[in-house]
């Protein structure tokens, strides 16, 4: 897809800004847990003397409830106002002053924080993020003041961004029971009535060892690791835990449709079909050949919508396709496009949907099946090159509650998928009972600079 949906766009983002070494082959995960119930994942990369530290919560926009949306993105900011030992400020700059770099984004499904540093300089780390995770001051003067920055960015992100808020509206329509129906920063309603009592239970609740998740990857020994998480985390008290409820999405029953109208310079088209994902697919190999059906679709100049929509009939000027394997719940296989001058939105929706039809009714030949699976491990090769990418993967997959050792088996599964199954899965899922299109509907522009370009990933701290 042009623009990749969800977290996948941030861990792209996040990867380009804090590249790794060369080529990394395959390393052992080393995995612990502390007596308070603290998960540890401790892969070693010797290549450069450097080390990088995540820490994931298992707590994001999918955990919030009507009325609290958006609260896990305002504690992510609230996570650098302050604790006794270090007041606002002293967490960025003491990082600083090590010569690391570091930030935090928070997902539907997960909240992360991380550091990358000189190997040595990992305790910093530790110590900074244990004092934290039970320690914050949370003072209301501060609270109030990074509410109003959040709904500042829900205004220029959403607002202010058509195809943003065009995707928001999309996602209420095409989830109605799932947790994925709201957005991860909110709507502006429950930002304005969230109270500083709501994001102190939230923080008691969910900031916690026995719900946290550290990755450390790098120059390291695990065991001096372990050492430091012991010294650091293990002395912190865990909480009482409630798994949240399941809140599946309901059975769709027919298409559904829906059209934005905001100030923009171009329509936009927006479909989606609900699918599983590796922690809820009936079939295990499902998930990988609804990957490989959408690198079909949108991998690369060769792939089919920019070589047949894009370039070949120049129905659209842009057009794209996006799945990620790794939600906690149902997702969506998405495809969207702008039309080309000349064509319309109605002209769009069908090239997309013959596009479709052609996965159901014939076998992807070999020769595209075997382009799509060369691209597809070449780039998870590529991504492994970074030390952060690799704690990125181990993350994700722990704290959404699949098993880490998956990373290892995504290349041997992917060159697995034959073209049945791909033809199985667009059969099975991409049908119109699973369908939600929106359209982007412009209106004229009432002001210079709206319709920019649009993020949809999670929600991040800058600072």
Known sequence: MR??????????????????????????????????????????????????????????????????????????????????????????????????RENAFTGRDYTAYFQQLEKSRLEVSFRLEADRMRNLLLPEDEFRKEVKVVMEERRLRTEDNPEALTYEQFMAAAFVSSPYHHPVIGWMDDLENLTIEDLKAWY?????????TLVVVGDVDPQAVLALAKKH???????????????????QRGLRRLTVKAPAQLPYLLMGYKVPVLKTAAEDWEPYALEVLAGVLDGGASARLARELV?????AAS???????????????????????????????TALRD?????????????????????????????????????????????????????????????????????????????????????????????????????????????
Not at 18 to 28: E, N, W
Not at 85 to 93: D, I, L, V
Not at 204 to 212: E, G, L, T, V
């Open 3 to 100: 623009r990749k949906p969800r977290i996948t766009f941030f861990i792209l983002i996040l990867v380009m800004l804090l590249p790794g070494t060369s080529a990394a082959g395959t390393r052992a995960v080393h995995e612990f847990t502390l007596d308070n119930g603290l998960k540890l994942l401790v892969r070693e990369d010797h290549r450069a003397p450097v080390v990088v530290s995540q820490i994931w919560y298992k707590v994001g926009s999918s955990y919030e409830h009507d009325g609290i949306t958006g609260i896990s993105h305002v504690l992510e900011h609230m996570m650098f106002k302050g604790t006794e030992k270090h007041p606002a400020g002293e967490f960025s700059r003491i990082i600083s002053e090590n010569g690391g």
């Open 233 to 251: 985390f293990g002395p912190l008290q865990p909480s009482r835990l409630t798994p949240p409820k399941p809140r599946r999405e309901v059975p």
């Open 311 to 315: 370039r070949g009939r120049q129905i």
């Open 355 to 463: 596009q479709v039809r052609r996965l159901r009714e014939e076998p992807v030949s070999a020769g595209e099946l075997d382009r799509v699976k060369a691209q597809v491990v070449a780039n998870d090769v590529y991504q492994r090159d970074s030390v952060f990418y690799q704690a990125m993967q181990l993350g994700i997959l722990e704290t959404v509650g699949l098993d880490w050792r998956l990373a290892e088996e995504y290349v041997a599964r992917i060159r697995a998928v034959t073209a049945e199954q791909v033809q199985a899965v667009a059969r099975k899922y991409l049908v119109d009972d699973r369908l939600t299109i929106a359209v982007l509907e412009p209106l004229p522009m009432d002001k210079p600079g709206r319709g920019g370009g649009l993020s949809r990933g999670g929600a991040g701290h800058g600072h």
């Open 204 to 212: 008691r609740k969910w900031y916690a060892p026995n719900n946290a």
């Open 319 to 349: 057009a794209g396709a996006g799945y990620s394997l790794t939600a906690r719940q149902d997702d969506l296989l998405m495809l969207d496009g702008t039309p080309a001058p000349g064509h319309d939105i109605a002209t769009l929706e």
